[in-house]
């Protein structure tokens, strides 16, 4: 079974920037990505990358973070920038036993415990 386990989630001001990890007990051949859940909301995808890099982003986070993938170490990262208030929440990283991937939260099997992400205005 295929373990996550995330870091680096903080307070930080709005305009600021923040870097999540993820450390996967392996991550090859997997589709992997970042979740949000704000309180009192529906866990929503943030990101999510191929294997072969290929990746793809909700339209509210496109251009402001990146997400990444080192195969060598099994790690994941969401470099986020430009932080707003409204991407406050707790963040989760996600896997998928397939190489293809999508944004939809039930195509995933495979979470972490979350990382919580506090952004103040």
């Known amino acids: 079974q295929v373990q996550l386990v995330e870091s680096g989630g903080d307070s930080v001001q709005a305009g600021g920037s923040l870097q999540l990890s993820c450390a996967a007990s392996?991550?090859?051949?997997?589709?992997m990505g970042w979740f949000r859940q704000a309180p009192g909301k529906e866990r929503e995808g943030v990101a999510t990358?191929?294997?072969?890099?290929?990746?793809m982003y909700a339209a509210s986070v496109k251009g402001r973070f990146a997400i990444s993938r080192d195969s060598a170490k099994d790690t994941l990262n969401l470099q986020m920038n430009s932080l707003r208030p409204e991407d406050s929440g707790m963040y989760y990283c996600?896997?998928?036993?397939?190489?293809?991937?999508?944004?939809?939260?039930?195509?995933?099997?495979?979470w972490g415990q979350g990382t919580q992400v506090t952004v103040s205005s």
């Open positions: 990358i191929r294997s072969d890099g290929t990746s």
């Open positions: 996600a896997a998928r036993r397939y190489i293809l991937c999508t944004l939809s939260q039930t195509d995933f099997a495979i």
């Open positions: 392996r991550t090859s051949n997997l589709c």
